[in-house]
């Protein structure tokens, strides 16, 4: 694999060219890679988007499809403990476990919410960049 860089233009003009032509190029070259960084950049997030939405609609349709199961379930062992202790309370004691499985779900998600820091790494990384720009600092 070759590591040299390849010549960026004619060594004769690179000789007779002024400091501030040169300086002109490498900002016309940087500006050039960073729109293309920028566009990459777009082409990428397009595509992640696309993935991510088609991803999230199957895992919304899961859900859908799992909401029917536990539904199905419930109803049949409702009729099971039905046979056993009568359809009115086998009803009231799997309205009392769904209740008992809701609060624990409730309680879990909302000390989850609470621990969420947001973007703590970003946030002190973009208050580092000011200060980098400052003469003298």
Known sequence: MNTEMPP???PAKTESS???ELLG??????STLMRQEIDLAKVELKETATRAGKGSAMLAGAGVAGH???IFLSLAL??????????G???VAIA?????IGTVLAVLGRKEIKQAKGLPQTSATLQEIPPTFKPNS
């Not at 190029?25 to 940087?30: A, H, L, N, W």
């Not at 009392?96 to 008992?100: D, G, K, L």
């Open 78 to 87: 409702w009729w099971a403990l039905g046979t056993l202790w009568g359809l």
């Open 8 to 10: 960026t233009g004619d």
């Open 25 to 30: 190029d490498v900002t016309r070259d940087m």
């Open 18 to 20: 002024s400091l501030g």
């Open 96 to 100: 009392v476990v769904w209740a008992i």
């Open 89 to 91: 309370w086998s009803g």
């Open 68 to 70: 029917f199961v536990l």
